[in-house]
């Protein structure tokens, strides 16, 4: 497959490396403030985002900081920081190191955040199957052509008249699911890594410099559907959302598209099994259902960990904080860690065959090589 990278990319993947060799000296753990059970939440609580300022994931949680003051008990503060690098690495080692389990410092998680947990990367210093999940917040996404490609339907994925262009940030970042899901269905895209966003990787396909693309729901909704209507793109499927038994189905926002799971049976007339569709589906649940999260260190007490369930039971139900939160939410409900805590464990302990195929893809697909531990 020919893999192209665009300019910009270069000086990126350069950033990168230097901001993992940054992060592979944790701060000293002395400087951990923990906890005992009984322990009450300090009245200012640092939220640590391993992100840039004005992304998605940072405005998720600037977002969060009113409600989470007004519900968690005790009415703490909440004040965000920025602590970007290395696909989010940078941060969270920080934080694993000196966040503690007082509940004084909280980390703001995305997609790609675990995605360089699950791949096993050997900067990671933090394991989300010891830590302990407080709220999650999922999202959705829809995979789409251009009119320009051919494709009038899934059926035509097995056969399309033109090559398959795809427009991608990273190969490790959210840009997985959608390869892993390429893959699982026997599809040959050509990937261009570089784009700065989904947005411009979107226009891209309207000035038919790439002719399949994805985007989360709310991109979706506002940006491609109107597309759709006039005719010039066609949506093919979803990524669908994971049941509490830990089965995918169709998206309550997307219920008229098919998953991925079921244009897999429809191609091949069988479901999808074995290691290949178990990757998938670990960096699925990762990737979305649960895609923005707040996390606390491992060893946090029940005491410092309930009045965060509590308010993501509160404001799950709370119709202004949905209404005003739609944008920013994607039309999903907040989950609280208890709830969620059993689908991530099975999520976060990936078996090492699955892990071993998604690296491989990345290197020999993709030509990207990931240094695991």
């Known amino acids: 497959m020919a893999i192209k990278t665009l300019p910009k990319a270069m000086a990126a993947l350069a950033a990168t490396g230097l901001a993992l060799t940054a992060c592979a000296s944790p701060e000293n753990n002395a400087s951990q403030q923990q906890a005992g059970e009984g322990a009450k939440l300090p009245s200012r609580i640092t939220l640590v985002i391993p992100y840039s300022e004005?992304?998605?994931?940072?405005?998720?949680?600037?977002f969060m900081t009113k409600y989470l003051t007004e519900t968690v008990a005790g009415n703490p503060t909440f004040t965000p920081e920025n602590r970007p690098g290395g696909e989010s690495i940078t941060g969270s080692n920080a934080y694993a190191a000196s966040g503690g389990t007082d509940g004084s410092?909280?980390?703001?998680?995305s997609g790609t955040t675990y995605f360089q947990y699950l791949l096993g990367r050997k900067e990671v210093n933090f394991d989300f199957t010891k830590m302990r999940p407080l709220i999650l917040n999922g999202t959705g996404g829809v995979i789409y052509v251009s009119k320009a490609s051919g494709i009038a339907s899934v059926e035509d994925l097995k056969k399309p008249s033109q090559p398959l262009k795809y427009g991608a940030i990273s190969a490790t970042g959210l840009d997985l699911s959608t390869l892993l899901a390429f893959d699982l269905l026997g599809l040959d895209v050509q990937a261009t890594f570089g784009f700065e966003g989904r947005g411009p990787a979107r226009l891209a396909l309207e000035r038919g410099e790439v002719n399949i693309d994805y985007q989360t729901t709310s991109a979706y909704q506002t940006?491609?559907?109107?597309?759709?209507?006039?005719g010039s793109v066609v949506p093919l499927m979803s990524f669908?959302?994971?049941?509490?038994?830990?089965?995918?189905?169709r998206d309550e926002n997307l219920p008229d598209l098919p998953t991925v799971e079921e244009v897999y049976e429809k191609l091949n007339g069988s479901k999808p099994s074995g290691p290949k569709y178990d990757a998938y589906k670990a960096f699925l649940l990762a990737g979305y259902p649960y895609q923005?999260?707040?996390w606390i260190n491992a060893g946090a007490p029940d005491s410092v960990v309930t009045p965060f369930w509590d308010a993501a039971d509160k404001l799950k139900g709370d119709q202004k904080f949905n209404t005003e939160g739609k944008k920013v939410l994607g039309?999903?409900?907040?989950?609280s860690g208890r709830d969620a805590g059993p689908a991530l464990e099975k999520a976060f302990n990936i078996s090492d065959e699955s892990r071993a195929y998604v690296?491989?893809?990345l290197k020999n697909k993709y030509e990207t090589t990931v240094e695991t531990k």
């Open 359 to 361: 690296l491989d893809l």
């Open 292 to 294: 923005k999260g707040l």
């Open 54 to 62: 004005g992304g998605g994931t940072d405005t998720w949680a600037r």
């Open 223 to 230: 940006e491609v559907e109107p597309l759709a209507e006039k």
């Open 331 to 335: 039309g999903y409900p907040l989950t």
């Open 105 to 109: 410092q909280l980390l703001v998680t």
């Open 240 to 249: 669908g959302q994971v049941d509490a038994s830990g089965t995918v189905v």
